[in-house]
């Protein structure tokens, strides 16, 4: 079955420590995306990528960082320097363009910063 | 810049009984409005899309969305819900690059 994994579900990190989120698709699809999940504000993006090797800062990426070598993959680092990393990540991709496109989400992972 | 307002954070409704949930978007030129439903602990997932034609949208799992452009609204509704409707909905707007802005989503319940 196609789709998009996210892994791990849950994260715990000590404040301080850099962290990794995984997301990968085998949907073929060309642009990727990450989105932080927090209670009464909807999804902001954090990172897009529309094309291997290229990604584009979202709304909020200060304190993150991303890479996208590969066309299936398209992991998030979570650095010590954001502030309030306790959320929930969501990673989607999209055949094209996310504004007119439907996006397909992965399942989300929950990190929480002790 | 576009934005999208969901009034109600919160709706109670009965099994069987219909459910409207409201979507008030800004945007300059014609948008591009969906509707996506998150079950707990999950990703979103689509529920219906509207670009351009008919007003009225059908999409999945019974539901469908009325676009009015002189009200700015993009209103999700389904006549008869079931317990698994359960969940929260996000409205979102787009327009024609990769940015998709989502408004702040409405949990509803379903009693028995």
């Known amino acids: 079955d196609g789709g998009i994994t996210q892994s791990p579900k849950y994260l715990f990190r000590k404040e301080g420590q850099n962290v990794t989120l995984s997301c990968e698709q085998n949907?073929?699809?060309?642009?990727m995306y990450w989105y932080r999940q927090d209670p009464g504000q909807g999804l902001r993006l954090i990172y897009y990528?529309?094309?291997?090797?290229?990604?584009q800062k979202g709304d909020i990426a200060e304190g993150y960082s991303v890479s996208r070598e590969k066309k299936e993959s398209f992991p998030l680092t979570v650095t010590s320097a954001q502030k309030n990393p306790t959320a929930f990540y969501l990673c989607a991709s999209s055949i094209g363009l996310a504004g007119v496109d439907e996006q397909f989400f992965g399942p989300g992972t929950r990190l929480t910063v002790l | 810049a576009q934005s999208v307002t969901q009034p109600d954070i919160h709706i109670t409704v009965s099994e069987g009984a219909s459910l409207e949930l409201r979507c008030n978007y800004s945007y300059g030129a014609t948008p591009y409005l969906f509707w996506y439903v998150q079950s707990p602990g999950q990703g979103l997932q689509l529920l219906l899309k509207y670009f351009s034609g008919d007003t009225l949208v059908q999409g999945i799992k019974g539901f469908e969305a009325e676009f009015k452009r002189s009200q700015s609204s993009f209103n999700l509704r389904k006549p008869s819900v079931h317990w698994s409707d359960a969940a929260e909905y996000f409205c979102a707007v787009g327009s024609n690059d990769y940015k998709l802005s989502f408004g702040a989503g409405t949990t509803v319940t379903v009693r028995a």
């Open positions: 990528s529309q094309i291997v090797n290229d990604f």
């Open positions: 949907l073929n699809h060309d642009a």
